[in-house]
């Protein structure tokens, strides 16, 4: 591009005239001449939507945030016990099969299946949720689903861990859920 005498270049040139042109009738205040103002027309002032009443507001309540639990992590859970859980060597008590069950039939199951299990003192459960290899390679529903829902009230204060069975117990397609103790109240003996 062509550069003007000041070093411009052809478009840094056009913007700088028109900037010139523009702000050739500005003067500083406080100094030099001073232009008449011209009177404001009224402009109607825009209509405002209508107010709503404001909301009832609930007082807050402090979120806990439970540690989130996954296959093969349990916050809380020694590594011992944990690896126990995962060769197979705390056999389950109990089976649930959600095999080929769609998502809210499992979903309706699965709660009363480990409430059950817990309130009967039993220690380790099987859900088996099958591996779901759907059309090329898809990820099944239920063993996706089950994980986030044994995080979720009523069952994450029940669990105390769990991870995926071994292969003699499902493999992938299965987790085994150790469950806590429920410990008898003092105030009962």
Known sequence: ??????????????????????????????????????????????????????????????????????????PGLDRRTLANLRRGRIPPQATIDLHGMTQAAAHRVLSPFVVRAQAEGKRCVLVITGKGYGTEGAIGVLKTAVPRWLNEPPLAGRILGFCHAPPALGGEGALLILLRRIRPRTDEI
């Open 1 to 74: 591009m062509k550069s003007d005498r000041n070093g411009h270049s052809g478009a840094d040139a056009d913007d700088l005239s028109a900037w010139q042109r523009y702000t050739r009738d500005v003067r500083r205040l406080g100094g030099g001449a001073r232009t008449q103002a011209q009177p404001l027309q009224s402009v109607a002032p825009a209509p405002q939507p209508p107010q709503l009443p404001p909301r009832p507001t609930a007082p807050a309540v402090p979120t806990v945030v439970a540690e989130q639990k996954a296959p093969g992590v349990a």
